[in-house]
């Protein structure tokens, strides 16, 4: 497992696995604290089954006759119960020992200066004699991961950088350094970065070793409002754009055409129109609209569109309306009649303004 483990174009790195055969049976959590040791300080301990990430400096680690030493971002694998060494030999060392307890657990004994990172709450459905593993994914500016599911629970901790992360059941949400989120089996997941630096977050695993490490899976396109009228499928078509990224052709891989793809991964992105830009879609037929949803795109700094409003072939204009953020898709109730509806920018972060996804719900007009 590694390189595009994930799918898309991040870069996963395997940290350390292990088959657990034996799994206690109440409830756990993944409980991780962090430990710095001075030059020439060690620490010898027992405890659960661990894994161990070195933050800064050089870390030797020993167990058995297994004698590494750790750079930052290296991990390593401990056994419920195994003895082992950590030792500073090489100046200051900061080290996560990242178990599998009882949530709420303390610190391992004897370890010095601990400071709590994450408690992941009760894990749901471990499997039996799961495979834990624990990787480092990195997503490159306006990349992602496919959209797929684990046979086993997935924790992330973030450690650098900005994702928009969705799940099947939280839908979409950024998440920044320090922030974690988990999932149960078989639950669809994403993660994509359209900001302006590299991501990087780390994530420990459970799951079934007998079962694809990942499988592919897709999201429903929308809550239960009927058709996506909006959809290619339906028969809408593009009539007109403010521009397109580069000068590109509404098919090309910023063009208008994603707005309306149904797809996450992609993103209409005009050419540096800012408050000016400005997407229209003309539907099968004229059409009583009383739903909208619209998901900016966005650099962070830059490329993000705080509102909106439509302007129909009929000349009535409804908006501004507000979006929260650009971490998913909002929904807007109208009551408007058109067969064309042009989406105008209102209030942006200028730059390379667009759209992940446009939506239109209603009933054609007989």
């Known amino acids: 497992m590694g390189g595009a483990a994930l799918g898309g174009n991040a870069e996963t790195t395997l940290l350390a696995q292990e088959i657990l055969l034996d799994v206690p049976a109440e409830t756990l959590a993944w409980v991780a604290h962090e430990s710095t040791l001075a030059a020439g300080q060690s620490l010898e301990h027992v405890h659960e089954f661990a ?3 070195a933050m800064e ?24 119960g195994e003895p082992h060494r950590h ?12 178990r599998l307890t009882e949530p709420g657990s303390a610190p391992a004994p004897n370890l010095p200066n601990p400071t709590l990172v994450f408690d992941s709450g009760p894990i749901q ?8 593993v624990f990787v480092l994914v990195r997503v490159p500016v306006d990349g992602a991961t496919s959209v797929h599911t684990h046979p086993g629970p997935e924790l992330i ?32 997941v994403q993660k994509r970065n359209p900001y302006e630096e590299d991501a990087e977050f780390l994530s420990w695993f459970l799951v079934d070793a007998n079962q694809p490490f990942a499988s592919p899976a897709a999201f429903e396109a929308s809550p239960a409002l009927g058709e996506n009228l909006a959809s290619p499928e339906q028969g809408a078509r593009i009539v007109g754009v403010s521009s397109n990224y ?27 129109d800012g408050g000016d830009a400005w997407i229209e879609i003309e539907l099968l037929s004229e059409t009583r609209v009383t739903s909208l949803g619209f998901w900016s795109r966005t650099m962070g700094d830059s490329a993000e569109i705080f509102s909106f409003r439509v302007v129909t072939d009929g000349g009535e204009v409804v908006g501004p309306f507000t979006l929260d ?15 064309k509806l042009r989406f105008e920018a ?21």
């Open 246 to 272: 580069g000068g590109g052709a509404n098919d090309s891989s910023f063009g208008a055409d994603k707005a309306f793809d149904g797809d996450p991964t992609t993103a209409w992105s005009s050419n540096g």
């Open 51 to 53: 894994f161990v990430y």
């Open 87 to 98: 030792l500073a030999q090489d100046g200051p060392s900061v080290f996560w020992e990242v």
């Open 125 to 132: 459905g471990i499997p039996a004699s799961p495979l834990a």
């Open 57 to 80: 400096g050089p870390h030797q680690f020993q167990v058995g006759q297994d004698d590494r030493n750790l750079k930052p971002g290296e991990g390593a694998v401990v056994a419920a």
């Open 325 to 339: 953020g650009a971490d998913g898709i909002y929904y807007f109730e109208t009551d408007i009649v058109g067969k």
């Open 346 to 366: 209102v209030d942006t972060s200028g730059g390379n303004t667009g759209a992940v996804g446009i939506e239109i719900y209603g009933a054609p007009i007989p």
């Open 157 to 188: 901790y973030q450690l650098s950088g900005k994702i928009d992360y969705q799940n099947a059941l939280i839908g979409a949400k950024l998440m920044g350094p320090g922030e974690i989120e988990g999932i149960p089996p078989g639950v669809g």
